[in-house]
């Protein structure tokens, strides 16, 4: 188990009705570290899920509009979208870019018992340990 695992396994077990904590590397949907307690997140699953958070940060039709927003203002295009909640009939995902990392991505999927509240502080918290974590492989990556 990885050191980005460890760190996903704590957000689950902290967060009641969480199903599954990961980061996803928003360059190539990637997932960098997970963690779960739900039989059929397979690898499949769970890829599918990254690839589709990926689209909801930098997908070709958010990447249009934010583009068409920076030409409005007069600056330079840069992605603007920093968080996003969503929920399903059964589910809420709370998903943050890291803010030093902006290419990864943390989505913590829970139960819709969970409180809001409870998971963006999970949520929020998990980044001050992935962030090092992230930065330790760019050290080492870079040696």
Known sequence: MSRLD?????VVDEVD??????VADLRTG???G???????????YLEAVAAASV???RGATVTHVEDLISARRGVPSEHLIEEVQMTTRRTVHFMMILP???????VLIADRRT???????????SV??????????AAGAGA
């Open 6 to 10: 460890d760190v996903m396994r704590a």
């Open 55 to 57: 689209q909801m940060f």
């Open 30 to 32: 990637e997932l960098l």
């Open 17 to 22: 009705g969480a199903l599954g904590c990961a």
């Open 115 to 125: 409180n809001v509240g409870m998971g963006w502080a999970a949520t929020r918290r």
């Open 100 to 106: 030093n990392h902006p290419e990864a991505l943390v």
């Open 34 to 44: 997970v963690a779960h307690d739900i039989a059929y997140f397979n690898q499949t």
């Open 128 to 137: 001050l340990a992935v962030e090092p974590i992230l930065d330790a492989a």
